[in-house]
């Protein structure tokens, strides 16, 4: 395919035999039904999410640059069976590691520029979480003003690390020009965050949740990420029971609440580059976090089959309308009947995503949070 040719010189062929052990796929398994990278590159035009990879790791102070991290991903992801017949998925294989960690960083937010500008979604199997930056990267050369969504136990903006990884969110919301509208944190685990850092936050108008609030009432987060374009997710937010390769903290979310935030992503309609950061498998058990990404991979194709059925807001007839008034200011409601998921009105008549539970504070004449935080940041 000649118009994909020029990226495939930033990207090495996946090793299909070596992944499968020589054994093969069976029928209806991901790895005998997906687009692979490895005798010839192949049409990624026909693939709805491709996958990358990029092992790079110097940016936590490892010169590991191989592409062992992605590789175990993608032996386990394989296995599995594919129940999205909607959905199709090509593997572009692994980022050719460049003489610095600029240049790789560099490659990665081309190839990722390339895909999602012919309609692509690009999932980065990584790597160090600061590969986050070629996420951004790839649409502030465009120019384009995005909303991000990370989900991590730290926030990453420790200024006394040596180590890129510990700072990159520091570049990333306030480097000029930025083109961030709006970041959300999902899943901070307070007793590693300084209070000051959080308040550094609320000033700027972000919004970070910590663990307990996710775990509460993780439906809430669905409407946090459907507006986002850019979605990250470090494995340190996972409970090291749940993730072997976690060693930050005993606790975390779960399996399963991984999975529904994954999903959840893939349910957007605006999301279209997904990283998922900081396995390493070297300190993996029985290879049950590399079992668990596959399986969050997994729910994200799930999350983007079924955001297929969603309406446009412009379809009225998927929608019931609810008009209801609170503090004196009246709005309007919309709940889709496909996916029975949320919309309100802001004063300037465009829609943003929210929660039932936003309706029924509004219906008690109460402002929702969500709205007001909206009208903050203008």
Same mark, same amino acid.
């Given at each position: 395919?000649?118009?994909?040719?020029?990226?495939?010189?930033?990207?090495?062929?996946?090793?299909?035999?070596?992944?499968?052990?020589?054994?093969?796929?069976k029928d209806g398994q991901v790895g005998k039904l997906i687009a692979v990278h490895d005798d010839y590159f192949p049409d990624l035009f026909e693939a709805d999410i491709v996958l990358v990879g990029c092992g790079e790791q110097r940016g936590i102070g490892r010169d590991s640059r191989d592409h062992a991290a992605p590789d175990a991903i993608r032996q386990q992801f394989y296995q599995l069976f594919w129940w999205h017949a909607d959905t199709r998925l090509a593997d572009a294989g692994n980022i050719r590691s460049g003489a610095s960690l600029a240049d790789t960083q560099a490659a990665l937010k081309t190839v990722i520029m390339e895909l999602t500008a012919i309609g692509k979604t690009v999932v980065i199997l990584g790597g160090s979480h600061d590969l986050?930056?070629?996420?951004?990267?790839?649409?502030?050369?465009?120019?384009?003003?995005?909303?991000?969504?990370?989900?991590?136990?730290?926030?990453?903006?420790?200024?006394?690390?040596?180590?890129?990884?510990?700072?990159?969110? /520091?570049? /990333?919301?306030?480097?000029?020009?930025?083109?961030?509208?709006?970041?959300?944190?999902?899943?901070?685990?307070?007793?590693?965050?300084?209070?000051? /850092?959080?308040?550094?936050?609320?000033?700027?108008?972000?919004?970070?949740?910590?663990?307990?609030?996710?775990?509460?009432? $993780?439906?809430?987060?669905?409407?946090?990420?459907?507006?986002?374009?850019?979605?990250?997710?470090?494995?340190?937010?996972?409970?090291?029971?749940?993730?072997?390769?976690?060693?930050?903290?005993?606790?975390?979310?779960?399996?399963?609440?991984?999975?529904?935030?994954?999903?959840?992503?893939?349910?957007?309609?605006?999301?279209?580059?997904?990283?998922?950061?900081?396995? /390493?498998?070297?300190?993996?058990?029985?290879?049950?976090?590399?079992?668990? $990404?596959?399986?969050?991979?997994?729910?994200?194709?799930?999350?983007?089959?079924?955001?297929?059925?969603?309406?446009?807001?412009?379809?009225?007839?998927?929608?019931?309308?609810?008009?209801?008034?609170?503090?004196?200011?009246?709005?309007?409601?919309?709940?889709?009947?496909?996916?029975?998921?949320?919309?309100?009105?802001?004063?300037?008549?465009?829609?943003?995503?929210?929660?039932?539970?936003?309706?029924?504070?509004?219906?008690?004449?109460?402002?929702?949070?969500?709205?007001?935080?909206?009208?903050?940041?203008?």
């Open positions: 395919m000649p118009r994909n040719l020029h990226i495939s010189d930033f990207l090495e062929p996946v090793n299909l035999h070596e992944l499968s052990q020589d054994e093969g796929y986050t930056l070629s996420q951004y990267y790839s649409y502030s050369d465009r120019k384009q003003i995005v909303e991000a969504t990370c989900v991590d136990a730290l926030i990453d903006l420790d200024m006394n690390s040596l180590h890129r990884n510990d700072n990159f969110l /520091m570049e /990333m919301l306030t480097g000029e020009p930025n083109y961030i509208r709006h970041y959300s944190h999902i899943a901070f685990q307070s007793y590693y965050v300084h209070p000051h /850092m959080l308040e550094t936050m609320d000033k700027l108008r972000f919004d970070c949740f910590r663990l307990g609030t996710v775990r509460e009432s $993780i439906e809430e987060m669905e409407p946090v990420i459907r507006n986002s374009s850019l979605f990250s997710f470090d494995i340190s937010a996972i409970a090291n029971a749940y993730s072997p390769a976690s060693l930050l903290s005993p606790n975390g979310l779960n399996g399963e609440e991984a999975c529904i935030l994954m999903r959840y992503a893939g349910l957007s309609n605006h999301v279209n580059t997904v990283g998922i950061y900081g396995y /390493m498998p070297s300190k993996d058990k029985d290879h049950l976090t590399a079992k668990q $990404i596959s399986h969050m991979l997994w729910y994200l194709v799930d999350g983007k089959s079924r955001s297929r059925r969603e309406a446009s807001l412009h379809e009225k007839d998927f929608f019931l309308e609810y008009h209801t008034a609170f503090a004196e200011v009246e709005t309007v409601f919309l709940q889709s009947k496909r996916t029975n998921r949320w919309w309100m009105q802001l004063p300037d008549k465009k829609f943003i995503a929210c929660s039932y539970k936003d309706y029924l504070v509004a219906s008690n004449n109460e402002i929702p949070e969500r709205w007001l935080r909206a009208q903050e940041r203008g």
